[in-house]
């Protein structure tokens, strides 16, 4: 049972552009999200979160955006740069009061920024 | 500030070998969670340590143990290894307790296990 669902296994994307990345889920309890970015033989390196309270959050480059009814978020970048390419994770997590909670992964994204 | 680290980079063991890999948290972190990370896929949570106990416990079998030290570092032991168990293995640190809200989890480089 895939709770996190990244549907799309690539995106490729010039530099300059948008990029979109998308990810869906099914948990209900769900109501803390984070995007991860990952290279090839580091570990993932957290990239921007968004609570279930807000439909926006923004760091510089990236957005990410939630919409709640439709248990949908998405990590825009803006502009595209070429070391952005890697794989990006979109995980989520359920508040359990007092420690952080287990992490659900979807199984990610590459992006791929062209010149 | 110390980031996450793992150790060792590198493993390779044979069917039923036993296997120890370590972790340590970033600075001011209590929390250390364990993750596995197969081919192709995201991360699978193991377990979780919070202050030398275990906070829970994903989809694995008790051969898979954890422990968590004074120092908030940890180890994850996998006994009777099955080809299976190859995989990126990944700690994250967090700082768990009474902060109110969710606290983002920071991983390390990971440790790759390779069992023939």
């Known amino acids: 049972d895939q709770q996190v669902k990244q549907n799309s296994p690539s995106l490729s994307v010039q530099e300059g552009r948008i990029s979109i990345l998308n990810c869906d889920y099914t948990?209900?309890?769900?109501?803390?999200f984070l995007w991860y970015k990952k290279y090839p033989a580091e570990g993932p390196t957290f990239l921007i979160s968004?609570?279930?309270?807000?439909d926006k959050n923004e760091d510089g480059r990236f957005t990410v955006f939630l919409n709640k009814s439709a248990k949908h978020l998405s990590l825009h970048i803006v502009p595209s740069q070429p070391g952005d390419s890697a794989v990006y994770f979109c995980?989520?997590?359920?508040?359990?009061?007092?420690?952080?909670?287990?992490?659900?992964f979807g199984t990610g994204t590459r992006l791929q920024v062209t010149l | 500030e110390t980031g996450v680290t793992q150790s060792p980079t590198h493993l390779i063991k044979t069917r039923g070998q036993q296997v120890t890999l370590r972790c340590s948290s970033q600075?001011?972190?209590?929390?250390v969670s364990w993750y596995q990370q197969a081919l192709g896929q995201g991360p699978q949570f193991i377990f979780q340590?919070?202050?030398?106990?275990?906070?829970g416990r994903g989809n694995f079998p008790p051969r898979f143990s954890g422990l968590q030290f004074p120092n908030y570092s940890s180890e994850l032991n996998v006994n009777a290894l099955e080809l299976d168990d190859s995989a990126l293995y990944l700690c994250?640190?967090?700082?768990?307790?009474?902060?109110?809200?969710?606290?983002?989890?920071?991983f390390g480089p990971g440790t790759r296990l390779l069992v023939l």
């Open positions: 994250a640190s967090s700082l768990g307790g009474t902060s109110g809200y969710q606290e983002t989890q920071y």
């Open positions: 948990n209900s309890m769900f109501d803390y």
């Open positions: 968004i609570s279930s309270i807000k």
């Open positions: 995980a989520a997590s359920s508040y359990g009061g007092g420690t952080a909670s287990k992490l659900t």
């Open positions: 600075s001011g972190h209590n929390t």
């Open positions: 340590y919070y202050r030398e106990e275990e906070n």
